[in-house]
């Protein structure tokens, strides 16, 4: 089965607190790639980052970072020194299939609010 | 990426009535998907809709319920029929512009701003 896991319902953090989204997803397909999207109050999903299932290399982008291990299958996303305008619903995202029929598989969603 | 929107951007609507959703992207793509997020839930697929062929709709969507037509490269309708309460949701579509026309399982998906639909 196929399956994405995030355990954090909702997080609430003081501004300038660093902040961690955990991912746990379940797939027996070798090849598979993993996403972050956020969903602002405004309601469009945003892309952030994309990770292939060969690619084990944490990424860092501003005040975002991801960290993936295969071996504990989780794929976390990390906000440091956090903003209000990071408030929002994080969606972790699974994609597995073959060309032309994939599909994405998303997790619930974990809200952050971030208090000024 | 790509630039999607969609109208309307919310509507109320009586129980027993239908509603015709449409989604527009800026650019050509082979394929297109249509999402129901339910209150404070996740995302589920309802359907992929490739130009050219039928819909594929996902397990617990059918046909006469969510129509979808895709006449072009740019633009898709969903149509929810028949409504009652229990469709009062999200409807989010999205496009996978891909490298190579889209449809690899590495693609991204962009998606539109999503149409706040309220069934009275």
């Known amino acids: 089965a196929q399956k994405v896991t995030q355990a954090q319902t909702e997080i609430s953090v003081v501004e300038k607190e660093d902040v961690t989204l955990d991912c746990v997803y379940e797939t027996r397909d070798t090849t598979y790639y993993l996403f972050w999207y956020k969903q602002p109050p405004s309601g469009e999903l945003v892309f952030l980052i994309r990770?292939?299932?060969?690619?084990?290399q944490n990424e860092i982008s501003g005040r975002y970072s991801w960290n993936f291990q295969k071996s504990t299958s989780s794929f976390n996303f990390t906000i440091t020194a956090s903003q209000v305008v990071d408030s929002a619903v994080y969606f972790c995202?699974?994609?597995?299939?073959?060309?032309?029929?994939?599909?994405?598989?998303f997790g619930t969603g974990t809200r952050l609010k971030v208090l000024a | 990426s790509a630039v999607i929107s969609q109208k309307p951007s919310r509507d109320i609507c009586q129980r027993g009535t239908s509603l015709t959703i449409q989604c527009q992207v800026d650019s050509q793509v082979t394929m297109m998907f249509w999402y129901r997020q339910q209150p404070g839930q996740s995302l589920t697929l309802i359907a992929t809709?490739?130009?050219?062929?039928?819909?594929?709709?996902e397990s617990g969507f059918v046909i006469d319920k969510f129509p979808i037509s895709r006449p072009n490269l740019t633009f898709s309708t969903l149509t929810v029929s028949n409504m009652s309460p229990e469709d009062s949701s999200i409807y989010l579509c999205?496009?996978?512009?891909?490298?190579?026309?889209?449809?690899?399982?590495?693609?991204?998906?962009?998606f539109g701003p999503g149409t706040r639909l309220t069934v009275l």
């Open positions: 809709a490739n130009q050219g062929s039928e819909a594929t709709y």
């Open positions: 995202a699974l994609s597995v299939g073959t060309s032309g029929t994939y599909k994405y598989i």
């Open positions: 990770r292939n299932s060969f690619d084990e």
């Open positions: 999205s496009v996978d512009p891909g490298t190579s026309g889209g449809g690899a399982v590495e693609d991204t998906q962009y």
